[in-house]
Nanobody, 117 residues
Framework: QVQLVESGGGLVQPGGSLRLSCAAS????????MGWYRQAPGEQRELVAT???????NYADFVQGRFTISRDNAKNMAYLQMNSLKPEDTAVYYC???????????WGQGTQVTVSS
């Protein structure tokens, strides 16, 4: 069974940084576009960033150069480095694996990020 396990969330002050990690197992990692999504209370889940197996990245407009998505194909890991965090970045952040050739999307259980003074 495919597993995506996020880690690295927590409480941080405005302007601070966090690095989220996503460990993937039981998939051919390079066949998947890895993504980070987030969902704030009362809001719909929204895309934050994606990265292909070859390293092509895509970011939501609200990221504005503050976040960087990366992956290590040898370790089956995806990362989201978040800098200059704002209170509006508070949400549960989810890791997603989307197969390039179509099929089942996989989701992690989510990790809470809270930006507050």
């Amino acid at each position: 069974q495919v597993q995506l396990v996020e880690s690295g969330g927590g409480l941080v002050q405005p302007g601070g940084s966090l690095r989220l990690s996503c460990a993937a197992s039981r998939i051919i990692f390079t066949f998947y576009v890895m993504g980070w999504y987030r969902q704030a209370p009362g809001e719909q889940r929204e895309l934050v960033a994606t990265i292909t197996g070859g390293g092509t990245t895509n970011y939501a407009d609200f990221v504005q150069g503050r976040f960087t998505i990366s992956r290590d194909n040898a370790k089956n890991m995806a990362y989201l480095q978040m800098n200059s965090l704002k209170p509006e970045d508070t949400a549960v952040y989810y890791c997603n694996a989307s197969p390039v050739r179509g099929g089942i999307n996989y989701w992690g259980q989510g990790t809470q990020v809270t930006v507050s003074s």
